[in-house]
């Protein structure tokens, strides 16, 4: 635990030191909210509150698919991590602690989010539901979490970055996430419940108002967390093999 906390000190010292990556991370869910939510809820408490419940999870996404999958891949291209590789520790220590610290910058860029919503939108939600929704967030976060790990050790700096781009969009657009829990087309409504996103979002949906959660979404949420994160341990041993065998 203590060296997790040692990785995670020197991560987040690392971030602290280009705070306009924090800043990109935060400014497209608050743009959202501010061109797509603000304008568009009126006097709809409960139509709001999903709203910003799903700029939540884009948040979310934005902030693990970039933090993870670019940060790590450009790690993996600085001297010090491969010297913190060849440490008589393992990977468990390191793993962790760039999830602590993806956990950390993601609750901070979800302020933005948070503020935009309880100052200019009509969304409401009780005190225990918003704890709840803090823990969600956490949660839901997971496949994006593993998901961003698999492309940085996967990938050099500039195919994740691209990788990145073209994932996290049609991620929150097959999720739903840029409509209301039913609102979406046709033929989203036939694909959600398949990706990732969509269970994440519905278990944001189910925390902050009345909202019924998918089956068939909930258990993709499962695999998908699952899967993301067997492939996330094969990319770092696959990675390990290849520059320290």
């Known amino acids: 635990m203590s060296l ?35 304008p ?10 999903f709203a910003t419940a799903s700029m939540v999870i884009f948040a979310v996404i934005i902030s693990n698919l970039f933090g993870h999958g ?5 790690d993996r291209a600085q001297p010090w991590e491969p010297y913190t590789r060849t440490l008589p520790v393992g990977p468990g220590p390191q793993f962790a602690s760039r999830i602590l610290t993806g956990v950390l910058m993601m609750l901070l860029s979800l302020l933005p989010v948070v503020v935009i919503a309880a100052l200019l939108t009509p969304a409401t939600t009780t005190p225990a539901r918003f704890v709840m929704a803090i823990a969600v967030v956490v949660v839901a976060s997971l496949p994006f ?10 990938l ?23 409509s209301g829990p039913e609102d979406a087309p046709g033929f989203i409504q036939t694909i959600a419940p398949y990706v990732p996103t969509r269970g994440a979002v519905e278990l944001m949906w189910a925390a902050v108002g009345d909202f019924r959660i998918d089956a068939v979404a909930l258990t993709s949420f499962v695999l998908w967390t699952l899967a993301m ?3 996330a ?6 990675d ?6």
Request: hydrophobic share 55%; net charge positive.
């Open 240 to 245: 390990e093999g290849r520059r320290f065998r």
């Open 40 to 49: 568009n809820t009126g006097d709809d408490p409960a139509g709001a509150t």
């Open 156 to 178: 050099p700096i500039k195919a994740a970055l691209a990788v990145v781009q073209i994932l996290f969009f049609p991620l929150a657009f097959a999720g739903g996430l840029l």
């Open 229 to 231: 994160a067997a492939l």
């Open 70 to 74: 670019i940060g790590v891949s450009e």
């Open 233 to 238: 341990v094969y990319a770092y041993r696959r």
């Open 145 to 154: 979490t593993f998901m961003g790990l698999a492309i940085g050790y996967l």
């Open 4 to 38: 997790t906390l040692v990785h995670t000190r020197y991560q987040l010292l690392q971030v602290s030191r280009i705070p306009m990556a924090m800043l990109g991370a935060a400014f497209f869910p608050a743009a959202s909210m501010l061109f797509f939510v603000v």
